[in-house]
């Protein structure tokens, strides 16, 4: 063969690196996401597209008036039209409030580009893709199994259950539905735990009586005789229950349909105040060296050696400035963390809403309605710290003092859809 007839012309030269690149384009992109999909671990993802309603911040106020709640609307809102659990502008610029303190200019420095949402978009994550035929998306609200409650002592009880359940489903179904978007299955249940003996689905929520729940299901599951004998470290590190992203896609969606789904919410600002006080003023061998450390680092000028060494000795206004800086030294933790990104409860209908100021009687009730043995009771022993007086309103006043009007607003701004969701009053700002 002769040199001329090797050379390829240059249409054949940008075919060939044409296929090439295509070929290493297509071979790249497999490869990015079998690696996410070896690290994050959480497998198929659901494509949510149920139909929505643009909402206005009128229509929320007119639906608050009719169910009684009480609810600081920040002037903000009042200009925009949004679904408030789907806006991906931001709602509240912390750049343009007028801050009277220095203390108030620093917080404003530290929340930064980022400008605190008042709600934030259930967390999205990145694509697989997954037939929306094969899973129904959110669950059918069906009505509770009442048959095995006799007694007439729950009447109240189950009056305010009913109340507590409609709120929350007609402020998901108006307002808070998610628009084509998408989020892995396994993530959305990673909180939720099984007890298959009687049906249950329990989502744990820190700080709001999940450790007693713990020891509830581990009885009824036959994993202990009482309540009252399972220590704290085997409730949190035994590892004796089942979570539901344990099982398979089949097993998952059917106990979803099936299980009777609860989960118990704490006013906001009174399960902040409480995982403060647990995590920072007792020694804890995690959360100083973890959390303590880095928050000091940040946000105490001058801090001393040993503050910077072992993490101890946080303080509330410093743990606020951490909870809302846009550029946060370590991540947001489950005892902190809202309810809404905990449990989704805008995309699993839970079926009983129960409250931690109404603990021991919705917990009870509860028991009764799957059908407890009728010796169980729910525990009302403090988990921890059993001397320290629990945290209710007169200590959330306390800590509140300490922060500026400006820095507890931003604390419930944070904490805003929790505060609807659950219908909660507007705490002291």
């Not at 060939?16 to 990015?32: E, P, T």
């Not at 007694?151 to 998610?178: H, I, M, P």
Request: charged content about 25%.
């Amino acid at each position: 063969m002769q040199p001329s007839e090797m050379v390829m012309n240059p249409k054949q030269v940008f075919l060939s690196l044409l296929i090439f690149g295509v070929a290493g384009l297509l071979l790249f992109m497999y490869l990015q996401v079998w690696i996410e999909e070896q690290h994050t671990g959480w497998g198929p993802v659901i494509d949510l597209q149920p139909a929505l309603r643009t909402m206005t911040t009128e229509k929320i106020q007119e639906h608050i008036i009719h169910q009684n709640a009480k609810f600081h609307m920040p002037e903000v809102l009042k200009e925009k039209k949004e679904n408030i659990l789907d806006s991906d502008r931001p709602t509240r610029d912390l750049t343009k409030i007028s801050l009277s303190q220095a203390g108030d200019q620093a917080l404003s420095k530290i929340t930064g580009s980022l400008t605190s949402k008042l709600v934030e978009q259930y967390q999205g994550t990145k694509i697989l893709s997954m037939k929306s035929s094969e899973m129904d998306w959110p669950l059918d609200i069906r009505p509770l199994n009442k048959s095995l409650v006799q007694d007439n002592k729950w009447r109240n009880t189950d009056e305010t259950q009913e109340k507590r359940r409609s709120f929350l489903q007609e402020f998901c179904r108006k307002y808070g539905a998610v628009s084509h978007r998408q989020s892995h299955l396994f993530h959305v249940v990673s909180r939720i735990y099984v007890e298959d003996k009687h049906k249950i689905l329990y989502c744990e929520v820190p700080k709001a009586g999940c450790s007693n729940w713990k020891r509830i299901l581990m009885v009824l599951n036959g994993l202990a005789s009482s309540a009252y004998n399972i220590s704290h470290d085997t409730v949190h590190y035994g590892k004796h229950l089942k979570k539901l992203d344990s099982f398979d896609l089949k097993g998952i969606y059917t106990r979803l349909n099936t299980y009777t789904k609860a989960v118990f919410v704490r006013d906001p600002m009174e399960r902040l105040v409480s995982a403060f006080r647990d995590k920072f003023e007792h020694p804890n061998s995690y959360y100083h060296p973890v959390f303590g450390k880095a928050i000091i680092k940040k946000y105490r000028p001058n801090a001393c050696e040993e503050a910077l060494n072992n993490g101890s000795g946080v303080k509330f206004k410093e743990f606020i400035h951490y909870l809302l800086d846009s550029h946060r030294p370590v991540g947001m933790d489950i005892h902190w963390e809202k309810v809404s990104k905990l449990c989704y409860p805008c995309l699993i209908n839970y079926d009983f809403v129960g409250k931690f100021e109404t603990l021991e009687e919705d917990a009870n009730y509860f028991l009764q309605m799957i059908g407890a043995p009728k010796e169980l009771k729910f525990p009302n022993f403090k988990d921890r710290h059993s001397s320290d007086k629990r945290t209710n309103d007169q200590v959330v006043r306390q800590y509140l003092k300490d922060l500026s009007r400006t820095e507890r607003q931003l604390i419930y701004d944070f904490y805003y859809l929790d505060y609807l969701m659950f219908n909660y009053t507007t705490p002291f700002l």
